[in-house]
C-alpha cells in the first residue's frame, strides 16, 4: 500500500518491491511525532490491505497519490481506531506517513481527537498544509523532504493546544503497560467516570479500549523482535491472562488471528531502539 497500510518489521520494508525509507523525527518532536516513513512503489495492480488499531494517528502526505476505493481521500488523516479497516487501493504512489502520537495530533490539527475516531478525512479538512506539500514535492531528496517536516511540525506543535495534564498522564501510563482504569482514576484524583469522559473528548477512545491497543501494539513490537517465541509465552509477556485470551483480543482488533497470513496486519513501525 502506498506507505500506510502494511509497513512491518524493517527487514520485510528491505525486501519490498519501490523504496521505502523509516526515520525517526527530529528528538525535540519525540513527544509528538512517532515517525516518518517515506515511499516511492510502482504500479503492482489492485491490493487490499487490512489497518490494524494502533496507537498512532496517522497523516499521509501523498506526492503522487493511488487510486484508494471511496471514502478514504487523496493525503487522508486516519484517528485513532478501536476495529480494523480494510482499503482498496491501485497504481503507483509516492509520499510520506507521518505517525502522530495524540500529544502532537492534538495540538497539530487543534481539535479534539474524537472528532477523527474510527474515520478517515482529508488532510486540508483539518490542517492548511497545501504550501509544505509542494515544497515537499519540489525538494531534491527525502533528507531534505524529513527536514521539512521537521521544521514544520515543530512550529505547529509548539503553539497548537495541549492535553489536559490528566489525560496526558493517562495516555503515558496505558502506554507503559497494563493498568487499571479505576487505579488510574484514582492517581489522578478524578472519579473513573470523569476521566473515561475527559479521555474520550480529547484522545478519541475511552482508557480502558487505549490501554488493549497499546497491549496489541507491545505485541506486535514483541513478535517483530523474537518471531520464534511460543504463543504462550507471548501471551504471558503482553500481559494476556492466556493464549486464548491473546488470540481473542488480536482478532477482535485487527480481524484475523496472530498467525494468518503469517504477520500481523497494519501499519507497524519497529521501536526506536531498534529492539
Given at each position: ?27 525535540a518532536l519525540a513527544a509528538h511525532v512517532a515517525s516518518y516513513v517515506a515511499h516511492d ?44 479497516l480494510r482499503v482498496e487501493q491501485s497504481g503507483a504512489s509516492r509520499g510520506i506517513v ?21 474515520s478517515v478525512v482529508a488532510a486540508s479538512e483539518t490542517l492548511p498544509a497545501g504550501s ?144
Amino acid at each position: 500500500m502506498g506507505g500506510w497500510g502494511l509497513v512491518v518489521p524493517r527487514r520485510d520494508i528491505a525486501r519490498a518491491p519501490g523504496e521505502r525509507i523509516l526515520r525517526w523525527p527530529h528528538p525535540a518532536l519525540a513527544a509528538h511525532v512517532a515517525s516518518y516513513v517515506a515511499h516511492d512503489l510502482p504500479d503492482a495492480g489492485a491490493n487490499s490491505w487490512q489497518i490494524t488499531p494502533l496507537s498512532v494517528l496517522t497523516w499521509v502526505i501523498d506526492l503522487d497519490a493511488p487510486a484508494r476505493d471511496a471514502g478514504v481521500p487523496s493525503s487522508p488523516v486516519l484517528g485513532l481506531r478501536d476495529r480494523p479497516l480494510r482499503v482498496e487501493q491501485s497504481g503507483a504512489s509516492r509520499g510520506i506517513v507521518v505517525t502522530l502520537t495524540p500529544l502532537g495530533a492534538y495540538a497539530l490539527f487543534g481539535i479534539p481527537l474524537r472528532e477523527l475516531t474510527n474515520s478517515v478525512v482529508a488532510a486540508s479538512e483539518t490542517l492548511p498544509a497545501g504550501s509544505l506539500t509542494e515544497r515537499l514535492a519540489e525538494a531534491t531528496d527525502w533528507a531534505e523532504r524529513f527536514r521539512l517536516l521537521d521544521e514544520y511540525l515543530a512550529a505547529k506543535v509548539t503553539r497548537g493546544p495541549a492535553l489536559a495534564a490528566p489525560v496526558r498522564y493517562a495516555w503515558d501510563r496505558l502506554s507503559a503497560g497494563p493498568v487499571r482504569v479505576d487505579a488510574l482514576a484514582d492517581e489522578i484524583g478524578w472519579s473513573r467516570q470523569h476521566l473515561n469522559a475527559r479521555f474520550r473528548e480529547q484522545i478519541g477512545l475511552n482508557p480502558r479500549t487505549a490501554g488493549r491497543i497499546a497491549r496489541l501494539n507491545r505485541v506486535l513490537a514483541l513478535m517483530s523482535r523474537v518471531s520464534s517465541l511460543p504463543w504462550a509465552e507471548v501471551a504471558h509477556l503482553g500481559g494476556y491472562s492466556d493464549q486464548a485470551h491473546l488470540v481473542r483480543e488480536f482478532r477482535a482488533l485487527t480481524g484475523c488471528s496472530p498467525t494468518e497470513a503469517g504477520k500481523p496486519a497494519g501499519l507497524f513501525v519497529p521501536p526506536r531502539d531498534g529492539a
